[in-house]
């Protein structure tokens, strides 16, 4: 099972909405997480991404094609679900 199918069923078990169970949310959990394909979930960290960054790391890790310009996409698709569900914090 790919890190993309193991993050949905994350995403499943957390109940999240069906729509933020997407690739762009799976690949965000990835990112925030620093986990690649052989990375263990074990390993999984909690430092703090911008958004660049979060697509950057889909770009290069999971063979995502997100333009830079896709960056309102990731806010409103994914981290301010993820704000609601108080699974991120807005860092201040």
């Given at each position: 099972m790919s890190k993309?199918?193991?993050?949905k069923e994350i995403l499943n078990a957390l109940q999240v909405p069906a729509k933020q169970?997407?690739?762009m949310c799976c690949?965000?959990?990835?990112?925030m997480a620093d986990?690649?394909?052989d990375t263990a979930w074990a390993?999984?960290?909690?430092?703090?991404?911008?958004?660049h960054d979060m697509i950057a790391f889909s770009?290069?890790?999971?063979g995502t094609t997100y333009a830079e310009?896709?960056?309102?996409t990731f806010r409103k698709q994914a981290m301010h679900h993820f704000?609601?569900?108080a699974f991120i914090c807005n860092r201040f």
């Amino acid at each position: 099972m790919s890190k993309i199918d193991e993050a949905k069923e994350i995403l499943n078990a957390l109940q999240v909405p069906a729509k933020q169970q997407n690739g762009m949310c799976c690949c965000v959990l990835l990112a925030m997480a620093d986990l690649l394909e052989d990375t263990a979930w074990a390993n999984a960290t909690n430092g703090w991404i911008r958004i660049h960054d979060m697509i950057a790391f889909s770009n290069n890790n999971y063979g995502t094609t997100y333009a830079e310009n896709s960056r309102e996409t990731f806010r409103k698709q994914a981290m301010h679900h993820f704000r609601n569900a108080a699974f991120i914090c807005n860092r201040f």
